[in-house]
């Protein structure tokens, strides 16, 4: 590893960029845009407010761009249903809201702007069938809802485009569930046993179409996954240019997949910054808010959020290892929170972002611990 052309150093953001993942905590899409696009001026995203209920959820508004598939909420989550309902209506209502206040605020914009959506396996493993068993169990239904779930990402991205005409968009494809689908370890309807796993080649092949359709439509397919064990190698060939993931639940065997990603002239949106407020007293905080004791081995122990090298220590160490030149570092990698910081008080969200932008500045300033 260590070279990389120089056409695979045009990434579709400035150098020393950072981001939010998408999440953020309150009601209000107008303060939340505000605040996005003056805390990230160099690569702000579209906030969602799920703290607003059913619909405002990730799974909820993604279900809401899906073509001729109404679902609806159920006890036990969204589930498929007849015909549309107030659900849904509910759904697109927040989501125009959230379009209105990115109108209102970023119209006139130039620069690259990240958009969100759940992606076809995460949906596919939280959407129920009519029996109550997850639609990821039926290869029908999934078809069905991949191909809906690419119609309604298409619209969805034609009108942020109309919208705000100067963006260039990032669509980022949320999978968190992607390693259960992979592995096989979502549970069934009974909670007695566990779905089998999907096979690796039938995953690639629906992301793939995604993010080809989304190249296409003018855009740069980015792809999320916060959990442990993202499988990097299958959404670089799946066509993602931009991988975000918590660099805190990154192993050393994770060094090959992660490397050629770069080689390859993968972007990476890489979290360290705690997504949630530390505890009140106690136990420290685990990256993303987990309980102590939960990390998963050999992940590494958020910092706090007062020392911006501290804060990126993280990606200095991954980047040594991998060989790369450190002028590449802030041209490659794009600072971000550890996941979504709708479970976060306001102070601590706003704090985060400050917390990113100026680790960003690090691994522009001083590359090398």
């Known amino acids: 590893m260590g070279n990389v052309s120089q056409q695979q150093q045009s990434y579709p953001w400035p150098v020393a960029s950072s981001t939010g993942v998408g999440s953020w905590p309150g009601e209000d899409p107008d303060e939340a845009m505000r605040t996005v696009l003056g805390e990230l001026p160099d690569l702000p995203h579209l906030p969602e407010l799920p703290g607003r209920g059913a619909g405002a959820d990730m799974i909820g508004r993604t279900a809401g761009l899906l073509v001729d598939l109404p679902v609806e909420v159920q006890p036990t989550g969204w589930r498929v249903a007849d015909t549309p309902g107030r659900d849904l209506a509910r759904a697109g209502s927040f989501l ?208 706090g959020m007062s020392d911006p090298a501290a804060i990126v220590d993280p990606v200095r160490e991954l980047w040594n290892r991998l060989g790369f030149s450190p002028d590449l570092l802030s041209a490659a990698v794009v600072t971000t929170p550890t996941c979504g910081l709708a479970g976060a008080s306001p102070r601590h969200a706003r704090a985060a972002l400050e917390a990113v932008r100026a680790g960003a500045r690090v691994l522009r300033d001083e590359p090398r611990r």
């Open 96 to 303: 125009s809201y959230d379009l209105d206040a990115l109108t209102d605020h970023a119209h006139t914009y130039e620069g690259p702007l990240k958009i969100q959506l759940a992606g076809p396996w995460t949906l596919a493993a939280a959407i129920e069938l009519r029996n109550g068993q997850r639609l990821v169990s039926d290869p029908g239904a999934h078809r069905d809802l991949a191909e809906s779930h690419l119609e309604g990402a298409l619209v969805h991205i034609a009108e942020v485009r109309r919208r705000v005409p100067g963006a260039r968009l990032l669509v980022q494809v949320d999978e968190p569930s992607l390693p259960s689908v992979l592995l096989g370890s979502l549970p069934t309807a009974s909670g007695l046993g566990v779905l089998p796993a999907v096979d690796r080649i039938q995953v690639e092949a629906v992301l793939r179409t995604l993010f080809s359709a989304i190249t296409a439509a003018g855009a740069v397919p980015a792809a999320h996954c916060c959990a442990p064990g993202v499988p990097v190698d299958l959404l670089r060939r799946s066509g993602a240019r931009a991988l975000s993931m918590n660099a805190l639940l990154l192993e050393r065997a994770h060094d090959e997949m992660v490397g050629d990603a770069v080689e390859d002239g993968v972007g990476l949106l890489l979290g360290t910054v705690p997504a949630t407020d530390p505890p009140a007293s106690g136990t420290a905080a685990e990256p993303g808010g987990s309980p102590a004791g939960t990390r998963p081995p050999g992940s590494a122990q958020a910092p």
